[in-house]
């Protein structure tokens, strides 16, 4: 088993130290987040970091890199307070991960893929069109990460779109019906096809001689 130590880590090439440290902690979700600015133009952006804060209520948050750079979907979140979060498949990798690239804010990444957006119940922000699970966000906070200067975006959700296939009837959403994918690093894409659920688990009973 290769070792690295701290030391070791940080004086890595660049490229190799990123997709060493991104890949290192597993598998990520992959979802496209939408936004649109106030003055209409619409933006959609790759994230691996939306992650589950709580349920009731039901809240979703996401890591942003430092804002050194211009970031338009959290400049764009931040003027609108609106976004959404949508699940990536497997029919659209290539264009979803192009979304990565630094377009101007000018320039829609619908524009230059083949994504397209849709609007459902006057929401602010776009929808990907045809994502299996789509879901209109609201921010409500956000807190600076001082160790590295990233910052936790937090929303909540105020409406939620399923599939009616992937709902079970315990309420599971089961994401490898929809052949929805997750991220490796930062560019490394997997389709899981199996579940295996357990349910909730309490305290085996104690047996005494």
Known sequence: ??????????NLNHIYKINLINS?????SANLIG????????NVAVFSSVTHIGSSPAMLGFFLRPT?????TYENLKETGYYTLNHIHKNILED???TSAK??????????????SEYRNNFQAPFVKDAPIQMAMKFVEEYDIKANNTI???GKIIGL????????DDGFVNLSKANIAAINGLDGYAIPQANTRFGYQRPKLQTHD
Not at 24 to 28: A, D, T
Not at 35 to 42: D, K, L, Q
């Open 103 to 116: 377009y101007d804010a000018s320039i829609s990444e619908f524009d230059v893929t083949n994504l397209n």
């Open 1 to 10: 088993m290769k070792y690295f130590d701290e030391n070791t880590i940080e």
């Open 161 to 168: 779109y399923v599939k009616d296939i992937l709902i079970e």
């Open 96 to 98: 979803a991960h192009h």
């Open 68 to 72: 050194t750079v211009i970031r338009n």
């Open 152 to 154: 936790l975006v937090i």
């Open 24 to 28: 290192c902690s597993g598998y990520k």
């Open 35 to 42: 936004t649109r600015s106030g003055n209409g133009i619409e």
